[in-house]
């Protein structure tokens, strides 16, 4: 009978029943920061794929698929090839731009849980205080929370500016070559090409100013203001936290909002190159007139705001927690 049964012991400590797995191992008995990453890089290799296989879909996918329709566009074939050139960058953009940037924002909330929690410990070994919770009842960190919100989508919209003004410039370098040089048309003259790269190149590093700036400068700039008004107030550590609701806030809208950009962006973009292949209308039709509309704002969404956001989280976990030594009274 159960009663009879003797109870089970521990073999090192006689007269005492054997530790559960949660006795065995809590989380104050973790590795710390090494842990963290390892915990961080577990959780990676079990929800996906391995890092070759998205690398491997990432390679061919929307650079081969994209090139080879341009190299089809280049050589004028007509016939079956092209829509099996136009079957590949549909393809390519499906692969590349949803599935394996998918993965890239995944692994970009890793990377900034895993500061987080650096910065969480940073801030506990600087002032002797423990420092594990952040409590967003509290106006102040609320309204750092908010700050971080909008902070991604502030720069979600300097991104798509940007991307607007670096077009315009080339399409009027366009219309130039054209009016210069009227046998483009003809295929009797090569356009320049060079002034058009010249063109995207300096645009690129001239137009990544402000949303850099933004990116580097808003956290730290939240950190000295609410350090100072917790001094005058107060409130212990009030920097401190306050940037810790800004980071987790905008960590959490930047996820989310480049999942949305990267997908509607490729959205836009294949439903642009099934009405070409001659569904409502096909081209000239006023179905054909709104996919390009469309496809215009997808572009920059998959291509421009949604990658960056990538970079936007990682960059302000970083920031927060180089500085962190700047938010402490």
């Known amino acids: 009978p159960a009663e009879r049964r003797p109870p089970r012991q521990s073999a090192g400590h006689p007269g005492r029943a054997p530790a559960t797995p949660a006795e065995r191992w809590t989380p104050r008995q973790s590795a710390g920061h090494p842990g963290r990453a390892l915990d961080t890089l577990g959780c990676a290799c079990c929800t996906t794929p391995p890092l070759g296989s998205a690398s491997s879909i990432s390679a061919p996918g929307h650079p081969h698929g994209s090139s080879a329709r341009g190299l089809h566009l280049d050589a004028l074939l007509e016939g079956g090839k092209g829509k099996r050139m136009r079957g590949v960058g549909v393809c390519g953009r499906v692969t590349e731009q949803a599935t394996t940037k998918g993965f890239a924002i995944g692994s970009a909330g890793l990377a900034s849980f895993l500061l987080f929690s650096?910065?969480?410990?940073?801030v506990s070994s600087f002032t002797g205080t423990e420092f594990k919770t952040v409590d967003i009842a509290i106006p102040e960190v609320w309204i750092g929370g908010l700050i971080g919100s909008m902070t991604v989508?502030?720069?979600s919209a300097f991104s798509c500016a940007a991307v607007g003004r670096s077009a315009q410039a080339v399409v009027q370098e366009v219309r130039l070559q054209f009016m210069q040089r009227p046998g483009i048309m003809t295929y009797q003259e090569?356009?320049?090409?060079?002034r058009c790269v010249s063109i995207v190149a300096a645009s690129a590093l001239t137009e990544m100013i402000k949303p850099g700036v933004l990116a580097v400068g808003s956290p730290i700039a939240i950190g000295v203001l609410f350090r100072f008004w917790g001094a005058m107030t107060g409130q212990e550590l009030l920097g401190a936290r306050v940037v810790a609701g800004m980071l987790m806030m905008s960590t959490v809208a930047g996820i989310l909002m480049a999942l949305f950009l990267n997908n509607a962006g490729g959205a836009w973009d294949n439903a642009k190159k099934y009405v070409e292949t001659?569904?409502?209308?096909?081209?000239?039709?006023?179905?054909?007139k709104a996919a390009?509309?469309?496809d215009t704002v997808g572009d920059p969404f998959k291509d421009t705001a949604g990658p960056s956001l990538h970079v936007l989280i990682k960059m302000l976990a970083t920031i927060t927690l180089v500085m962190a030594p700047l938010f402490l009274d």
């Open 118 to 122: 650096a910065y969480m410990d940073e």
């Open 153 to 155: 989508y502030l720069f």
């Open 190 to 194: 090569k356009p320049d090409y060079a």
């Open 278 to 288: 001659g569904a409502f209308g096909g081209k000239g039709s006023e179905a054909h």
């Open 292 to 294: 390009v509309t469309g």
